[in-house]
């Protein structure tokens, strides 16, 4: 898998900023079918940091209703990235 696939984009959320200022963690939607090793070298390699931990969890898609149809949103995978204490990923 291409590591441009794998990384579909970075959350900014206020959540997230929180965690990348008092945990140096960033979190990320990824492909479903990337792994933890995967997502791990795809950062590496994009932002030229060190990666310490990667979790990952799978996000439920939420039923959504337009008019008289009912449906979902698509379910996606979310992956929360642990750098090194002396890496810093720029998103701004």
């Not at 939607?29 to 933890?36: G, L, P």
């Not at 030229?48 to 996000?59: A, E, L, P, S």
């Not at 039923?63 to 810093?88: F, M």
Request: hydrophobic content about 40%; proline content about 4%.
């Amino acid at each position: 898998m291409d590591k441009y696939q794998v990384i579909v984009r970075p959350l900014i959320t206020e959540k997230g900023t929180n965690q990348q200022t008092f945990a140096n963690a960033y979190p990320f939607e990824v492909d479903k079918a990337a792994s933890k090793i995967d997502i791990k070298a795809a950062i590496e390699e994009i932002y030229g940091v060190k990666v310490k931990d990667v979790r990952t969890m799978i996000r439920k898609g939420k039923p959504c209703r337009r008019g008289y149809t009912q449906g979902h949103k698509p379910s996606w995978k979310r992956a929360i990235v642990v750098l090194e204490a002396d890496n810093v990923i720029d998103l701004f």
